[in-house]
């Protein structure tokens, strides 16, 4: 199983970026992918998911501002991060597990395969 997590950048705040995860050794239907991030000095924490049935589920500090999406065909989780705020600023985890239960999801110690991470930098 790989994750490889990229599309990280350095934008001003109210920009967008978006950001892609290719997975391999996965089908979708089969499991739970999601995003995470973590800033400098601060614990990894739960952005956004979608669920094996395509259940899409957010962080309240996201929701509504970033959107999760998948493409089965190209193995491919997108995260689009639209009016982006400075504290949004972090190291963008993805990651999949086959064995996860719905009220673990917002819990990165669930989650068992992990991309490199992308940085995302926003400035105000």
């Known amino acids: 199983v790989q994750l490889q997590a990229s599309g990280g950048g350095t934008v001003q705040a109210g920009d967008s970026l978006k950001l892609s995860c290719v997975i391999s050794?996965?089908?979708?239907?089969?499991?739970?992918i999601g995003w995470f991030r973590q800033a400098p000095g601060k614990e990894r924490e739960f952005v956004a998911a979608?669920?094996?049935?395509?259940?899409?589920v957010y962080s309240d500090s996201v929701k509504g501002r970033f959107t999760i999406s998948r493409d089965a065909a190209k193995t491919t989780m997108y995260l689009q991060m639209n009016s982006l705020k400075p504290e949004d600023t972090a190291v963008y985890f993805c990651?999949?597990?086959?064995?996860?239960?719905?009220?673990?999801?917002?819990?990165?110690?669930?989650?068992?395969?992990w991309g490199q991470g992308t940085l995302v930098t926003v400035s105000s």
């Open positions: 990651a999949a597990d086959r064995t996860l239960i719905l009220s673990s999801i917002r819990d990165p110690k669930q989650w068992h395969h």
């Open positions: 050794g996965f089908t979708f239907r089969n499991v739970y």
């Open positions: 979608i669920t094996k049935s395509g259940t899409t």
